[in-house]
C-alpha cells in the first residue's frame, strides 16, 4: 500500500540526484511499506536513470548458483541487443539481463568475474548517459551464504566499489530485519560508507487521513488506529472488514496472543532460563512503548526473530514491531 509518502520520496529522489557515494541500507518494522515506498520511488525516476531491481523476498537462496539465478535474467538475445531494450525501457525487474551463454560463462568463473562484468555492465550505460540504480529487497536471505568466505561481505565490498570508489551506480538495500540492520551497522568496512533511512508505520494523523480516504467514518477509524496503529499493511485490509470491524479487530489480537502464549508456554518447559528473560524483557514494555538497547540478550535475539520487536540499532532502542504487538505482550504479561 502507498500512501502520502511524499516526505521519504522527496529524500530519495535528492539523494539519487547527486553523485553515488554511499551505500543505502532502507529499513524498519516489517509491513512497514518499505517495498511500496521503493515501487513507487522508481516510478517516479526519470528517463535517465536505470533501475535494477532484484527482490530476494520468498527466494531458497542456499548456493552461489542460486543467488546468481536470482541476480540475473537470462534472455534470448545478444548482449547488444539486450542493452539496447534495456536503454528504452529504463527498468529491468527480477534481475540483470544477461544471453544464455555469458550467463553459463559467469556461472563457471569466480564470483570476482561476475562483479567484473557488472562493473563493465554500469560503465557502458554510463557512457550512454544513463545512471543505474541497483535495488535490492530482503538481501538478508543470503546472510549465511558462503563462497570461500561469507557472500554477503564480498557484494558489501562490491557495493563499496560501484558508490564511494567508481561513483557508478546508487546502490540501496531494503530489509525487515533488524537483526541484519544491526549486523551491518556494527561491521568496521561500511562505517563511513553507508546511510540508512528508516521507513516507518505512519504517525496517527496520516493513519486515520488513509482510513478516512477509503469510507471509514471517524470512529471506525479510531477503532483501527487503537488496535493497529499505522501499520499500512492492517489500514489496507480495514475497508475489507467494515461490517464486522470491531470482531476482526478483536480476532486479529487474540490470534497474536494465542500464539504468543503457545510459544512462550512452550519455552517455559523447554527454555525455562530464556522463558523468564522475555518476561522480564515484556515488562519494560507495560507502561512505556519502547527501551533501551545496548547488547543483544537472549531474550532480545528471540523477539527480534520472531517480530514481536524491532530493533533500531542507530538508536538504540527496541519496540513493539506494532500496535497489535505492543497490545499482544501487554495481555500476556496478565495470562503466562
Known amino acids: 500500500m502507498f500512501f502520502d509518502r511524499e516526505r521519504e520520496l522527496g529524500k530519495l529522489l535528492r539523494l539519487v540526484s ?21 515501487a513507487e520511488f522508481v516510478k517516479r525516476l526519470s528517463d535517465e536513470y536505470v533501475v535494477f531491481y532484484i527482490n530476494l523476498r520468498g527466494r531458497f537462496v542456499n548456493s552461489y548458483e542460486d543467488f546468481m539465478k536470482v541476480l540475473f535474467s537470462v534472455r534470448e538475445g ?14 529491468a525487474y ?18 570476482e568475474d561476475a562483479f567484473l562484468f557488472l562493473e563493465g555492465y554500469f560503465e557502458k550505460l554510463r557512457g550512454r548517459g544513463k545512471r543505474p540504480v541497483l535495488i535490492l529487497d530482503e538481501l538478508q536471505v543470503i546472510g549465511d551464504l558462503r563462497i570461500d568466505g561469507p557472500l554477503i561481505y564480498r ?3 562490491f557495493f563499496v566499489h560501484l558508490t564511494k570508489e567508481t561513483h557508478l551506480s546508487h546502490v540501496f538495500v531494503v530489509t ?10 556494527s561491521e568496521a568496512m561500511l562505517q563511513g560508507r553507508a546511510d540508512y533511512f528508516l521507513v516507518d508505520d505512519f504517525d ?87 527501551a533501551g538497547c545496548d547488547e543483544l540478550s537472549d531474550s532480545i535475539l528471540w523477539a527480534v526473530k520472531n517480530n514481536l520487536l524491532f530493533l533500531n540499532p542507530r538508536k538504540r532502542l527496541l519496540r513493539p514491531q506494532g500496535r497489535l504487538e505492543l497490545l499482544a505482550i501487554r495481555k500476556v504479561l496478565g495470562v503466562v
Open 176 to 185: 525487515s530485519d533488524s537483526l541484519f540492520i544491526e549486523r551491518v551497522y
Open 204 to 290: 496517527r494523523e496520516t493513519a486515520l487521513a488513509f482510513l478516512k480516504s477509503v469510507g471509514l467514518k471517524d470512529d471506525e477509524a479510531e477503532i483501527v488506529w487503537d488496535h493497529f496503529g499505522g501499520k499500512p499493511v492492517y489500514l489496507a485490509e480495514a475497508p475489507k472488514h467494515r461490517d464486522e470491524l470491531k470482531e476482526w479487530c478483536r480476532g486479529e489480537l487474540e490470534d497474536k496472543v494465542s500464539w504468543l502464549v503457545f510459544s512462550l508456554n512452550s519455552l517455559k518447559k523447554s527454555k525455562p532460563e530464556l522463558f523468564k528473560g522475555i518476561l522480564e524483557l515484556f515488562d519494560k514494555f507495560r507502561e512505556s512503548e519502547a
Open 155 to 157: 557484494l558489501f565490498n
Open 18 to 38: 547527486a553523485e553515488p557515494n554511499l551505500i543505502t541500507f532502507v529499513y524498519g518494522p516489517i509491513n512497514s511499506g518499505k517495498t511500496a515506498l521503493m
Open 78 to 91: 545478444s548482449s547488444k541487443e539486450l542493452l539496447a531494450e534495456l536503454l528504452k525501457s529504463g527498468l
Open 94 to 111: 527480477g534481475g540483470i539481463p544477461v544471453p544464455e551463454k555469458l550467463f553459463k560463462k559467469l556461472m563457471e568463473e569466480e564470483t
